[in-house]
Structure formats: C-alpha cells, structure tokens
C-alpha cells in the first residue's frame, strides 16, 4: 500500500491553498468551492497529497500552540536558509533550526495559520527518488 493524503482541518483552507501553491510549489488536484472547501493537493513529485479543508463537524485543533514534534509537514530543500527566508517574508514564522552531524539541515517554521512545517535537506536522503525531484 502507499499513502494517498494526509488530512488537515484548518481555519481557512482557501487561503492556506494559495499560499502553499504560491510559496511551496504545490498543485492544486481538487477543490470544493464551497463548505467545507476540501482541497487537495499535491506535490511537485505529484505522488503525496494533503487534504485541508474547514469541517464544522469537529473544531480546528490549536495548530499555534501544538509543539512542532507533534505535527508538522515536511519538505525536502534544497536550501534551507534561503527557502526560510523567502517563507519568512511571506508570513511564515521561524520555530527553530538545526544543523545535524550527519551533515542534515532541518528548518522548522509555523506557515500563517499556525500549522508547523518542516524544511529538510537531508545529509543522506532518506526517500533518494523524492529526494532528487522536489525541491521547495
């Protein structure tokens, strides 16, 4: 089995949408336009998708106040320092940076709405095909 999506209720999932089209090279695969505005997207590999939309049938977790190590997206860069800076200047905030000794650079940052995400350039790649073709 592979993994299809991993699923994300958010305050506001058209906004974040853009934002990750703009500013993390996703693609939009599917989208409601209306409530709960489920949207799907995809990776550059076009082989993971995340799903955000707002579903009042359950509240939005405090994605601020959550502790990154409890829940964050991933992305492999490979610039760390100048993806951080560019998603600074976008609205994203910094939440901490680490320079490993196998030679890995890990930066992790909250995106506008609070959700944590995780910029790696890994010392040795852990996913080698994915590792070749994305990049933030």
Known sequence: MKLEH???NVEDPVAMAAWYVEYLGMTIVRQMEQAPFMTFLADDSGRVMVEIYLNPADE????REMNPLLVHLAFVSEDPT???NR???AGATLAS??????????VMLRDPWGLALQLCKRGVPMLAETERSSKV
């Open 82 to 84: 100048a993806d951080k």
């Open 97 to 106: 940076e680490q320079h490993l000794e196998d030679g890995s650079h890990l």
């Open 60 to 63: 939005v977790p405090a994605y």
């Open 6 to 8: 991993f699923a994300l």
């Open 87 to 89: 998603l600074m200047a």
